[in-house]
């Protein structure tokens, strides 16, 4: 195998006559197992939609993902979410019916979510530990105080977190976040940081969409730079403050060191 | 018609239907999937018992099958039926939406009722199967009427049983996460369209067994019973009875029925006044269900999320 976990290969994804991702070629681009990589560019560049393609909520117009080396082409989205791939969404989703923990303990995939043990009553061994997790995965996020809420009580930055905390419990080997920081407070941004790292040296690979770059540029490995869909540079974050086309279509001036 | 007999007219058929009403509670309420089809269910179930326990044909007989046998037999044949015109109906459909899935789940049950209408060698076509089998109650020292109503309580329970069994386990978490938001559920590794078709095709079957009841205390199947009224009734019951849960569903037909039972209980004069007794009814029914869906339409879950 090689240390490659996702492998992006000519990617392309036509909206009507909007070529969203892809341009000329097809975007291409690897992640290294264990890396932190930033995703950047302008409104609009197509990143959000790249994380549907890889996630599979949305199907590419040509071109494929390969996860661990196994072609995503064709498999549902479910799926590639219990291949070890997480993520969040850019508007924060919630299961509005459901509390603070079971929105998060409905991200443990349950025994209990087979008939047969449905009606065995096998799944109540388990469900103890996931309680527990989910407990720990709120504390992890700042939301322990909010366990017995319902979701329409949580502040949009809050609900933000849920989305992380949902995705923490299910483990993944793999974790897509777009935009996290964005309504969250600086304090909650800090802790958010701090379990991104957690998450990084435990081995786990993240890919972190963000406009916010004081943040990103401080914890990402690599930075890959998207315009109208097309790779504009990838290198670390220092190289891409200095890189002139970068400066000149996303950053502005202030980041230059 | 006497106070006693009222009751238990109550009973009995407020626990028929209410079998109708949880199981559609389970579907909708929980599920999201609008079946506006129920009534389909309900007759493959009636037609399964009548056909299992009936005499082979003979002599001037139109149907084509008989099998004779004992009440039991046919009251399982109901729920199967039940399950697999579900699976039939449900494989095409469950990816549809709303009121997609509405109209296709109600044409089915169309089709149905016209194949039953113009196949005689089903169900005799529009005359129906008449004289069919009961089970004798006799034997635990019970009048038929309350065998029946037991009978009914006994499935009711099952019914809620099985599907607070569902509700309350990881499933229900499940189900109602994917009612919620299919795509954030899908993130999180539920099959939706697995998770859909199970409990589409699960809730049918105490439909199924609500036929054969049905049935045996009718004795008689026809086409003329099982009509889209039926499907609507049950859907006048659970948004009457509000409130997403098993003991709403329960409460919500129970009231309807009690209001049918009364009116039709009053004694009257003259034909004509029944008939406008008769006609009062169904404008009040066609009213209440204005009313109601006028303060709880279909999208109050999505209401829901606006609250922020
Ligand atoms: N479902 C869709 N249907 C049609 N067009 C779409 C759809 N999703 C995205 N687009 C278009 O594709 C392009 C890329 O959108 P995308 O959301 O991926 O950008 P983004 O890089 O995430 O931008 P932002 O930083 O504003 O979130 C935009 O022009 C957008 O209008
Ligand atoms: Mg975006």
């Given at each position: 195998m090689t240390d490659d976990i996702l492998v992006v290969n000519k990617l392309t994804k036509q909206f009507g006559g909007l070529k969203a991702v892809g341009g000329q070629g097809g975007l291409s681009f690897n992640v290294k197992r264990g890396a932190l990589v930033g995703l950047i560019g302008p409104n609009g560049a197509g990143k959000s939609t790249t994380f549907n393609l890889i996630s599979g909520v949305l199907e590419p117009s040509s071109g494929s993902v390969a996860l661990n080396g196994k072609d995503l082409s064709n498999i549902k989205s479910s799926e590639i979410a219990s291949h070890g791939l997480g993520r969040t969404f850019q508007t924060p989703r919630a299961?509005?019916?459901?509390s603070v923990l079971e929105n998060v303990m409905v991200g443990a995939g349950s025994t209990g979510e087979r008939l047969t043990s449905v009606f065995s009553g096998s799944w109540r061994t388990d469900e103890a530990d996931i309680k527990s997790k989910a407990i720990e995965v709120l504390q992890q996020v700042g939301l322990d105080d909010r366990i017995?809420?319902?979701?329409?009580?949580?502040s949009g930055g809050e609900l933000r977190m849920l989305e992380v905390a949902r995705q923490l419990i299910r483990d993944p080997e793999i974790l897509l976040l777009d935009e996290p920081t964005a309504g969250v407070d600086p304090s909650l941004q800090g802790k958010l940081s701090s379990i991104l790292v957690d998450l990084h040296n435990e081995g786990r690979t993240l890919i972190v969409v963000e406009h916010n770059l004081h943040f990103l540029l401080s914890i990402a490995d690599v930075v890959i730079v998207l315009q109208n869909g097309e790779l504009l540079a990838e290198g670390t974050p220092n190289e891409i403050k200095n890189d002139q086309r970068v400066i000149s279509a996303y950053l502005g001036d202030e980041y230059a060191a | 018609m006497n106070i006693e007999q009222l009751l238990l007219a109550v009973l009995t058929y407020g626990c028929l239907y209410s079998v109708m009403t949880v199981s559609l509670n389970l579907q909708y309420?929980?599920?999201?999937m609008i079946n506006f089809g129920t009534v389909a269910y309900f007759a493959a179930g009636a037609y399964a018992y009548a056909i299992f326990t009936q005499e082979p044909p003979s002599g001037l007989d139109q149907y084509a099958f008989g099998f004779n046998s004992p009440w039991w037999v046919g009251f399982i044949a109901a729920g199967v039926a039940a399950f697999l015109f579900a699976i039939v109906t449900g494989w095409p459909t469950l990816r549809l939406r709303g009121e997609y899935l509405a109209l296709t789940t109600f044409a089915f049950a169309e089709v149905l009722h016209s194949i039953f209408l113009n196949?005689?060698?089903?169900?005799?076509?529009?005359?129906g199967l008449s004289n069919v089998n009961r089970p004798d109650f006799s034997w635990i020292g019970m009048s038929d009427n309350y065998g029946f109503a037991g009978a009914a309580i006994l499935l009711l329970m099952f019914t809620a049983f099985l599907c607070h069994r569902i509700l309350a386990s990881p499933y229900g978490r499940a189900i109602d996460a994917v009612r919620d938001d299919e795509t954030a559920a899908e993130a999180v590794g539920k099959d939706i369209k697995r998770l859909r078709f199970e409990i589409f095709v699960i809730s049918a079957v105490p439909v199924g067994f609500a036929g054969a009841l049905y049935a045996m205390i009718t004795t008689l199947v026809s086409?003329?019973?099982?009509?889209?009224e039926v499907t609507f009734f049950v859907w006048i019951a659970l948004i009457l009875g509000g409130e997403h849960t098993i003991k709403g569903a329960i409460f919500g037909t129970l009231a309807l029925i009690l209001f049918e039972e009364v009116v039709r209980s009053f004694n009257f004069e003259t034909v004509r006044s029944a008939e406008i007794a008769a006609s009062v009814e169904h404008i009040m029914t066609g009213i209440i269900f204005i009313m109601i869906l006028r303060w709880q339409p279909f999208d109050r879950f999505t209401k829901k999320e606006a609250v922020q």
């Amino acid at each position: 195998m090689t240390d490659d976990i996702l492998v992006v290969n000519k990617l392309t994804k036509q909206f009507g006559g909007l070529k969203a991702v892809g341009g000329q070629g097809g975007l291409s681009f690897n992640v290294k197992r264990g890396a932190l990589v930033g995703l950047i560019g302008p409104n609009g560049a197509g990143k959000s939609t790249t994380f549907n393609l890889i996630s599979g909520v949305l199907e590419p117009s040509s071109g494929s993902v390969a996860l661990n080396g196994k072609d995503l082409s064709n498999i549902k989205s479910s799926e590639i979410a219990s291949h070890g791939l997480g993520r969040t969404f850019q508007t924060p989703r919630a299961f509005t019916s459901l509390s603070v923990l079971e929105n998060v303990m409905v991200g443990a995939g349950s025994t209990g979510e087979r008939l047969t043990s449905v009606f065995s009553g096998s799944w109540r061994t388990d469900e103890a530990d996931i309680k527990s997790k989910a407990i720990e995965v709120l504390q992890q996020v700042g939301l322990d105080d909010r366990i017995g809420d319902i979701v329409a009580n949580l502040s949009g930055g809050e609900l933000r977190m849920l989305e992380v905390a949902r995705q923490l419990i299910r483990d993944p080997e793999i974790l897509l976040l777009d935009e996290p920081t964005a309504g969250v407070d600086p304090s909650l941004q800090g802790k958010l940081s701090s379990i991104l790292v957690d998450l990084h040296n435990e081995g786990r690979t993240l890919i972190v969409v963000e406009h916010n770059l004081h943040f990103l540029l401080s914890i990402a490995d690599v930075v890959i730079v998207l315009q109208n869909g097309e790779l504009l540079a990838e290198g670390t974050p220092n190289e891409i403050k200095n890189d002139q086309r970068v400066i000149s279509a996303y950053l502005g001036d202030e980041y230059a060191a | 018609m006497n106070i006693e007999q009222l009751l238990l007219a109550v009973l009995t058929y407020g626990c028929l239907y209410s079998v109708m009403t949880v199981s559609l509670n389970l579907q909708y309420a929980r599920g999201g999937m609008i079946n506006f089809g129920t009534v389909a269910y309900f007759a493959a179930g009636a037609y399964a018992y009548a056909i299992f326990t009936q005499e082979p044909p003979s002599g001037l007989d139109q149907y084509a099958f008989g099998f004779n046998s004992p009440w039991w037999v046919g009251f399982i044949a109901a729920g199967v039926a039940a399950f697999l015109f579900a699976i039939v109906t449900g494989w095409p459909t469950l990816r549809l939406r709303g009121e997609y899935l509405a109209l296709t789940t109600f044409a089915f049950a169309e089709v149905l009722h016209s194949i039953f209408l113009n196949e005689r060698r089903i169900g005799n076509g529009s005359v129906g199967l008449s004289n069919v089998n009961r089970p004798d109650f006799s034997w635990i020292g019970m009048s038929d009427n309350y065998g029946f109503a037991g009978a009914a309580i006994l499935l009711l329970m099952f019914t809620a049983f099985l599907c607070h069994r569902i509700l309350a386990s990881p499933y229900g978490r499940a189900i109602d996460a994917v009612r919620d938001d299919e795509t954030a559920a899908e993130a999180v590794g539920k099959d939706i369209k697995r998770l859909r078709f199970e409990i589409f095709v699960i809730s049918a079957v105490p439909v199924g067994f609500a036929g054969a009841l049905y049935a045996m205390i009718t004795t008689l199947v026809s086409p003329g019973l099982f009509t889209a009224e039926v499907t609507f009734f049950v859907w006048i019951a659970l948004i009457l009875g509000g409130e997403h849960t098993i003991k709403g569903a329960i409460f919500g037909t129970l009231a309807l029925i009690l209001f049918e039972e009364v009116v039709r209980s009053f004694n009257f004069e003259t034909v004509r006044s029944a008939e406008i007794a008769a006609s009062v009814e169904h404008i009040m029914t066609g009213i209440i269900f204005i009313m109601i869906l006028r303060w709880q339409p279909f999208d109050r879950f999505t209401k829901k999320e606006a609250v922020q």
